[in-house]
């Protein structure tokens, strides 16, 4: 393939230190040839772990109970606010308690398919090896998942798998994983194992003597900017989603740590890959700040379905059945209203697109319960959903018994981050990378109830084990105060925030943000093009200079300033934009929750092209223009096969 | 702004050695001893009570009653034993009561230093307790010393004879005397208030009941305060209104 | 519709706060109240004024960040709602609205609305967890639960720490907060080898932080945005009672 005007073609990846033989005795092979720490010397250690979400947090508590010395840090005001609190449904784990025919392969299978082709079969073996423990270790903990009567823990089927092997909480599933995985590490807080910094933001990475070696951060509350040496630095700072301005994320979701790091030469991997949820509350108006999702399990008893005729503005009660059309059910009888989430989301689009939209703006189609509530009954509808219509009602204000929800797609999950080897280890030695922050094993496409089980699979289990092949070699040589490569990067932190504090602008933060987002919506959303993507990688270097030239951040350095906090913030997602944009653009087929318009059958739908692009798309930062590494994907146990819903 | 380096002392544990407050004096403790003296507090309310409806038998079985407290185990006892035990546990349960409360109240008026600039009536299971409480708590601790001055120790009641206790009762209730009468009905309703919510906190605190129990011990605590109030205004207004005389 | 707010600001924590007054138009009865100062701060950048600082996340009532008392009200007018689940249209046009930090002295104001609330963190880290190392776990189905006492469990363990107990809480009391966890672990099975050290730690740290002490006056679980129930106080009560008699 020759070279795009917007990027290099460099070497590929050779390595990713994936152990060889049968692909169910790797993990077992890598933990033994791994060489270990004695607990004397563990002491003499320091490891630094950025973020306390499922996989920080479990990360910094395992490496703590180890006897490393751990620093751990978050933006919130406190370890439990980390994001994955906000995670809903559930988490897989290959049990096979209900004897359905579950099991480590069939997950493994499962999840490779579902990441349509483009993740790496011995990590999503391993994933799938570890969940089990996963569970063991959240009970154990004390996590109340749901049981049934004879005591034993409940599971569920869900986003259309055909084994029940999701555990959950009710609908708060990563609130109480979370919890769990707090209180471990508060524990550690306790016994003096654990530094914990909160309301602290990390800024850049220091990268010494080849190593990545510490990191510089800001006191959020004092305005103070200190320096943290460490052995090793691992990243467990999540997702990027909010680069869209409104998705599902958190307000504070961001992409700072990984862009620093990656600004300091860790390659970002797969970063168009973007998984859009199906239902979520749709915008109500240009105050919206994001967006709610409803639960996937909503639409095992809800139909989808829009007016048949564009431009029907009548009240949803009030259009005959002739006149409605069930899209998911007429397009795909098989799954119906069960597909997966990107093609959910593409027909709702796609539906909207022709005019045929409903509610402010016809962005929104109607998930309707009439069917349910006739054939359960009321109550029982209640008994499964009322929470959910709840929380709708609190939102819109309607009443969903008595008027279809209105639902509409929105970003949810970031499928691509830093990229790492089988170790977690970045291409930067010393870097580990933990969590949704790396390019995680899900490879194009996320299926429901994976993200959970990767944060602790790479916390508690992974990351402890690999990471101490990589400490063996220390304690690494002393960083002094005054050495060259902390204080650059301390100058460029305070250039930084100077600039944005002296900058004699007129227009917010968070105007620049919002046009961002809709730009990436618009062109790097649901469906791609060619044409689009290269519109929109030039809107965004125009929006970029004027976002230098006109952005206003009020008060000063020494205070809390959550102006100041966006900016920086805002700032690296302008060249995440970027970067996602070409690497979509560089992506010339459909795959997962990247569809490129160029890309389908004659059906309308995704057309994959394992020829040319069985790879990972691992980009190095460079001033001109990122370069591109690939590393190639096999498929040895699980044969390719293109996806159908039908 | 300042990029000074400021290298982080180790971690290190909780501070050793730090030693443990008693236990009884810890929020909960306190808690405890407010409503176990509470509730002794609350038998001899109820006790009071009953012994004061004597006087709608008359002077002889009121005075009879009042002496038979003084003379219970005589001539085994000595004179006014069964008085001075009662009274020694009823001061004792004052105090522990008084004491904690005290200690309770300053607690939280530390945990809230920075009063609310907008403050709505207060929600939930038991709404307006908190403002009831401790103002009650007041009026019924004035309400006492003035009680204690007059019918016990008859400082200011006009029958200074301790054997008649009717007359005394009688006399201090007498219509031209109406502010007194009307003072004691005062504090007749802070107890109501103070028992209503009293009644239950203690059991809430000593049983911790579940939603349902709660429920029933509200209203178990509404009928004894409603009865405790009724029966003890009953002397007062029947001597107010010459009924009894 | 047309507000008239009441806003407290604050510089930092040792600056005098005061309630200030803003006027906000045009404010859409579909926006969410935090997104209704989102609108606010937009215009006092605009206006060159420092915007009003508070804390917020997930915007969807789960991570427990959000908390103002808007009105008198931890997480305003609407039960079980949380700040950032409440709506404008439980507003009418021309309202004035009051909108404190949570007030407690365990929770020092750090500018403006947001306060500092790590005495909770440090209340779980004196227990509130159970000690179970990574890969020391024994199979999940070791040890079941009666669906009741997991249900029960749950239901305290759905805290999210926001600290709206405390702020409605007339002694400034975290009893609340401590409760549900204490609880949480006290109904399953893996929570009782250290169920009676951790609830006097969880005391101690409690009354150590500087809350008050809890009287029974309910308001916690009124404004408990989760509807945690005051059985929670009832059988922590039970349980520091027998943990301090020894009996447990
Ligand atoms: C609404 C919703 C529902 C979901 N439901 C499910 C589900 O049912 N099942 C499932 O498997 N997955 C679900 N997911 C996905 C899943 O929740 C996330 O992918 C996962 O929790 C991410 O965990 P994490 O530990 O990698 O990151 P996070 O939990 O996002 O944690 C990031 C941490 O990094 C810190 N941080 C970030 N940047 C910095 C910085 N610069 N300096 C310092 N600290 C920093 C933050 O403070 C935070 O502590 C859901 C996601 C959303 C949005
Ligand atoms: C000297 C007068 C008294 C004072 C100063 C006093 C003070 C208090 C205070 C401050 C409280 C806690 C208030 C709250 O819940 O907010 C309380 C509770 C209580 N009081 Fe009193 N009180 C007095 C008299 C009485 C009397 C005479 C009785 C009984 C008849 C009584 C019974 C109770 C009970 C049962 C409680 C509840 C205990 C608990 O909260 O667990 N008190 N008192
Ligand atoms: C209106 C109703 C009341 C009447 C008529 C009344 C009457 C009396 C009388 C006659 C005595 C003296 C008994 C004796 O010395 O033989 C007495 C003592 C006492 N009363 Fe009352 N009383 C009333 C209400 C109350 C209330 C509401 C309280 C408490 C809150 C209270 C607390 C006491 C106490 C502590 C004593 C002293 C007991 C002792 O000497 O040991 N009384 N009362
Ligand atoms: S008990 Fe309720 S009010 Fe208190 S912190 Fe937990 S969720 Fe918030
Ligand atoms: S409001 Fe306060 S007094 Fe107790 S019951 Fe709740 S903690
Ligand atoms: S912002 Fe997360 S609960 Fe309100």
Not at chain 2, 209 to 224: F, G, I, M
Not at chain 3, 166 to 195: I, T, W, Y
Request: hydrophobic share 40%.
């Amino acid at each position: 393939m020759t070279d795009h005007a917007h990027f290099r073609t460099g070497d590929p990846i050779a390595d990713t230190a994936a152990p060889a033989g049968p692909i169910s005795e790797r993990w077992q092979r890598r933990r033994f040839s791994g060489r270990l720490v004695n607990p004397a010397n563990r002491r003499k250690l320091r490891v630094i772990v950025v973020g306390t979400g499922l996989a920080g947090a479990s990360a910094a508590a395992t490496l703590g109970e180890l006897g490393y010395r751990v620093a751990n840090y978050c933006f919130q005001d406190s370890p439990r606010r980390a994001h994955s609190i906000a995670a809903q449904g559930g988490i897989n784990a290959a049990k096979n308690y209900r004897n359905d025919g579950d099991s480590v392969h069939r997950l493994f299978y499962d999840t490779v398919k579902g990441g349509d082709f483009r993740s790496r079969e011995s990590n999503v073996h391993r994933l799938a090896e570890v969940s089990t423990e996963i569970i063991d270790q959240c009970v154990a903990q004390g996590v109340p998942f749901a049981r049934e009567y004879g005591g034993l823990l409940d599971n569920r089927s869900f986003g259309g798998a055909q084994v029940s092997r999701t555990f959950y909480a009710r609908g708060q599933t990563g609130q109480q994983l979370l919890l769990g995985a707090y209180q471990a590490l508060e524990r550690q807080v306790a016994a003096g194992a654990v530094d914990l910094h909160t309301r602290h933001e990390m800024l850049e990475l220091v990268v010494t003597g080849g190593r990545a070696r510490g990191i510089v951060v800001r006191d959020l509350v004092t305005g103070e900017v200190t320096t943290e040496i460490a052995d090793a630095v691992v990243l467990a700072t999540g997702g990027y989603g909010n680069v869209f301005f409104l998705s599902t994320n958190a307000k504070g979701c961001n992409v700072t740590a990984s862009w620093r790091a990656h600004r300091k030469g860790a390659y970002f991997a797969n970063p168009c890959y973007t998984q859009i949820h199906p239902t979520c509350i749709p915008q109500s108006g240009d105050h919206q700040s994001k967006l709610t999702l409803m639960s996937e399990s909503l639409r095992n008893d809800g139909r989808v379905w829009v007016p048949a005729r564009r431009g029907d503005d009548r009240a949803p009660g009030d259009v005959p059945e002739a006149e409605r059309d069930y899209y998911l059910e007429r397009r795909y009888p098989a799954f119906g209203n069960l597909v997966p989430r990107d093609i959910a989301s593409r027909a709702a689009k796609a539906v909207c697109d022709e005019g045929r939209g409903v509610g402010p703006g016809g962005l929104g189609v109607y998930l309707d319960f009439g069917a349910a509530i006739d054939r359960l009954g009321k109550d029982a509808v209640e008994a499964k959903y009322g929470n959910l219509f709840t929380m709708y009602e609190r939102i819109t204000g309607e009443n969903p018994y008595e008027r279809p929800m209105r639902i509409y797609p929105a970003v949810h999950y970031t499928m691509g981050g830093l990229w790492v080897d089988y170790d977690l280890q970045s291409n930067l030695p010393g870097l580990f990378v933990a969590g949704e922050a790396n390019f995680s094993d899900h490879g194009a496409n996320r299926l429901g109830a994976s993200a959970l089980m990767q944060g602790l699979s790479d916390g508690y289990f992974v990351l402890p084990n690999t990471i101490s092949d990589y400490l063996a070699d220390g304690p690494f040589e002393e960083v002094s105060d005054d050495h060259e490569d902390l204080a650059a990067a301390r100058a460029e932190v305070d250039r930084r925030l100077a600039f944005f504090l002296g900058n004699d602008g007129d227009r917010t933060v968070d105007s620049f943000h919002r046009e961002l987002g809709g730009i990436m919506w618009e062109y790097c959303g649901m469906e791609r093009t060619d044409q689009g993507l290269r519109k929109a990688i030039g809107l965004i270097a125009d929006l970029r200079d004027e976002f230098y030239r006109r952005v206003r951040v009020p008060g000063t350095g020494a205070e809390l300033n959550q102006q100041l906090e966006k900016a920086g913030r805002v700032a690296d997602f302008f060249e995440l934009a970027e970067l996602m944009c070409i690497d979509a653009l560089h992506r010339a087929e459909s795959c997962g929750g990247h569809f490129r318009a160029e890309s389908q059958t004659a059906d309308g739908e995704a057309a994959r092209d394992d020829e040319r692009f069985s790879y990972v798309a691992a980009w190095e930062w460079a001033a001109e223009a990122p370069v591109l590494h690939k590393e190639e994907l096999a498929f040895e146990y699980v044969k390719p096969t293109q996806r159908s819903y039908k | 702004m300042s990029t000074e380096l400021r290298s982080r002392p180790a971690a290190s544990g909780p501070a050793a050695g730090a030693g443990h407050a008693p236990r009884w004096r810890s929020s909960i403790g306190l808690k405890i001893i407010m409503a176990v003296s509470g509730i002794a507090l609350v038998g001899f309310i109820v006790a009071h009570m009953a012994g004061n409806l004597h006087v709608f038998e008359g002077p002889e079985r009121m005075n009879e009653y009042a002496e038979g407290l003084r003379t219970f185990g005589e001539p085994l006892l000595p004179r006014e034993s069964l008085l001075w035990a009662m009274r020694l546990g009823l001061i004792a349960a004052a105090a522990a009561h008084i004491a904690s409360s005290v200690a309770l109240t300053r607690r939280a008026s530390r945990a809230r230093p920075v009063k609310y600039a907008s403050r709505k009536a207060a929600r939930g299971e038991a709404a307006h307790a908190a403002a009831t409480m401790r103002w009650g708590a007041i009026v019924i601790a004035a309400f006492v010393v003035w009680h204690l001055l007059d019918l016990t120790f008859r400082a200011v009641n006009p029958v200074k004879d301790v054997p008649d206790a009717y007359g005394a009762v009688v006399a201090t209730f007498a219509p031209e005397r109406w502010p007194v009468t009307v003072f004691y009905l005062a504090a007749l309703v802070a107890l109501g208030f103070h028992l209503r919510h009293g009644i239950w906190s203690a059991v809430q605190t000593i049983a911790g009941p579940s939603a349902v129990w709660r429920r029933r011990w509200r209203a178990a605590a509404l009928v004894t305060a409603v009865t405790v109030v009724a029966g003890f205004a009953a002397v007062p207004l029947a001597v107010s209104f010459g009924l009894v005389s | 519709m047309k507000l008239r707010l009441r806003i407290w600001r604050q510089p930092d924590a040792e600056a005098a706060g005061r309630m200030v007054p803003y006027e906000i138009d045009g404010v859409s009865e579909d926006a969410s109240f935090l997104e209704m100062l989102d609108v606010l701060n937009e215009h006092l950048i605009a206006d060159g004024a420092d915007p009003v600082a508070f804390d917020h996340d997930c915007r969807e009532g789960i991570c427990g960040a959000c908390s103002l008392v808007i009105d008198g009200r931890p997480h305003g007018p609407q039960a079980a709602t949380t700040t950032c689940q409440l709506h404008m249209r439980q507003f009418s046009d021309g309202d004035t609205i009051d909108i404190e930090p949570w007030r407690a002295g365990p929770f020092p104001v750090v500018k403006d609305l947001v306060v500092d609330r790590t005495a909770f963190d440090r209340i779980i880290q004196a227990g509130g967890y159970i000690s179970a190392p990574t890969g020391t776990a024994p199979d999940a189905h070791a040890a079941p639960v009666p669906k009741a006492d997991a249900d029960a469990a749950f239901a305290a363990a759905a805290c999210i720490g926001c600290g709206a107990c405390v702020a409605a809480c007339p002694n400034g009391s975290g009893m609340l907060f401590m409760a549900a966890k204490v609880d949480h672990l006290a109904r399953m099975p893996q929570g009782q080898p250290e169920r009676s050290t951790r609830v006097l730690g969880m005391v101690e740290a409690h009354d150590g932080a500087g809350f008050g002490g809890c009287t029974n006056t309910g308001e916690c679980s009124a404004a408990c945005p989760k509807e945690i129930g005051l059985d929670v106080i009832g059988r922590l009560n039970r349980d520091f009672r027998k943990a301090a008699a020894g009996t447990a």
